[in-house]
């Protein structure tokens, strides 16, 4: 199983924010879910992705290739969906197919009506005229289109009604069923992942936190419920964050074996979503609390 994408100690300085160091894996024929708040850094990375950005220092490929050299290669392959409008508002979807699809190799016109059929999109409106979900139908529809193998995501189900994104998600397992696919899904609506995602990259202040399988942080992440007199030195030890101390505790565990050695039937253990890993992390060990 090889890496679409491999970012090796990626660093990208801005006046008051900077990714910082990233090693960052996305394998081949999987869907991996890019977390963080926003700011988190997730567009930024995304950038340097796509190479819209340069990274200060540190070595970003894409299928094994250097944008150096192999820039055009590179972007044969990849679909960029968005959920904003990147051609000019009066175009329609018939104007921008005979606009793009030159630009791409293995276009395939077949496949283009094939999924603006199955979107429903209109081939004759402007689109100006259509909402932000059809945007990024659009989107879509031309990435698969030139059959690229990887399709980045940019938050796209952010503003969508929840009917909207239930279909967008349906439609991002049924590409994914014959393994020729990977997809780069950045997103703060963690929801959106439990269904879909295979690997899960959490990013916080530019800084890679993990980038484990979806089975391994529900394996090895939970929230721990028990008394405050169970804390001490020795038992903190079993956690990565800790709060709410005023008679009690929760705290966030990734190493869910530990806390059953450590505290036996005293604690109550429940499953920690993404969204609770997230709130942990951003909220920072609470210190005071023995």
């Not at 699809?101 to 429903?120: N, V």
């Not at 419920?225 to 169970?230: D, N, P, Q, V, Y």
Request: include cysteine; hydrophobic fraction near 40%.
């Amino acid at each position: 199983m090889g890496n679409v994408v491999e970012l090796k100690n990626v660093t990208k300085k801005f006046k008051d924010f900077s990714i910082k160091n990233m090693d960052l894996q996305v394998k081949q024929g999987f869907v991996t879910g890019f977390i963080g708040a926003n700011g988190a850094g997730k567009s930024t990375t995304i950038k340097m992705m796509m190479n819209l950005l340069k990274p200060d220092s540190g070595e970003v490929k894409l299928f094994g290739l250097d944008y150096k050299t192999e820039e055009k290669a590179i972007k044969e392959r990849i679909g960029f969906v968005y959920d904003g409008n990147v051609f000019f508002e009066g175009l329609n979807l018939k104007d921008i197919k005979r606009i793009v699809g030159p630009a791409y190799k293995r276009w395939d016109d077949t496949l283009f009506y094939h999924y603006i059929e199955q979107f429903e999109l209109p081939l004759n409106k402007a689109m100006k005229t259509f909402s932000k979900g059809m945007k990024m139908k659009a989107s879509l529809a031309i990435a698969l289109s030139h059959n690229a193998e990887l399709i980045i995501m940019d938050e796209p189900t952010a503003g969508l009604d929840p009917i909207f994104r239930r279909e967008l998600l349906d439609l991002l397992q049924e590409l994914m069923l014959d393994g020729s696919r990977t997809i780069f899904f950045s997103t703060h609506i963690t929801i959106d992942l439990d269904r879909i995602a295979d690997y899960i990259a959490f990013l916080q202040n530019g800084e890679l936190v993990f980038n484990h399988s979806i089975h391994d942080v529900t394996e090895n992440y939970a929230l721990v419920k028990g008394g405050r007199e169970l804390l001490d030195s020795d038992t903190k030890k079993a956690f990565v964050h800790i709060d709410r101390a005023s008679t009690g505790f929760e705290a966030l565990t990734n190493n869910i074996k530990l806390v059953k050695d450590t505290f036996g039937d005293t604690v109550i253990i429940e499953r920690a979503s993404l969204e609770d890993i997230m709130n942990y992390f951003k909220g920072g060990f609470t210190a005071c609390l023995i």
